[in-house]
């Protein structure tokens, strides 16, 4: 069984700083590319960043220059810092993992719960 379980998520003004952490566990053979998406009410699910096993990374055009992917592969894990944040990020952050869970499987995407994150400006 794999989860992965979301941090960091809160209330913050416009300007400030929050770091997102999540944190993979169970049976994990291999963690392939990580990420984040969000989603505002009332609009479609965006694609934030992602970030490969190698560490490469891509990001949306609306939060590129503020924010930032990074992972340690050695604790499974994923942040997401963000920057510079505005009303507009408010959203429902939740993480994926595309994972192994044995040497024998195929890879799936695994979601974590969700964490709320508002910006008041």
């Known amino acids: 069984q794999v989860q992965l379980v979301e941090s960091g998520g809160g209330l913050v003004q416009a300007g400030g700083s929050l770091r997102l952490s999540c944190a993979a566990s169970?049976?994990?053979?291999?963690?392939?590319?990580m990420g984040w998406y969000r989603q505002a009410p009332g609009k479609q699910r965006e694609l934030v960043a992602v970030?490969?096993?190698?560490?490469?990374?891509n990001y949306a055009g609306s939060v590129k220059g503020r924010f930032t992917i990074s992972r340690d592969n050695a604790k499974n894990t994923v942040y997401l810092q963000m920057n510079s944040l505005k009303s507009e990020d408010t959203a429902v952050y939740s993480c994926?993992?595309?994972?192994?869970?044995?040497?024998?499987?195929?890879?799936?995407?695994?979601w974590g719960q969700g964490t709320q994150v508002s910006v008041s400006s």
């Open positions: 994926f993992g595309n994972l192994l869970d044995s040497s024998w499987s195929l890879p799936r995407d695994y």
């Open positions: 970030i490969s096993s190698g560490g490469s990374t």
């Open positions: 169970g049976s994990i053979f291999r963690i392939n590319v």
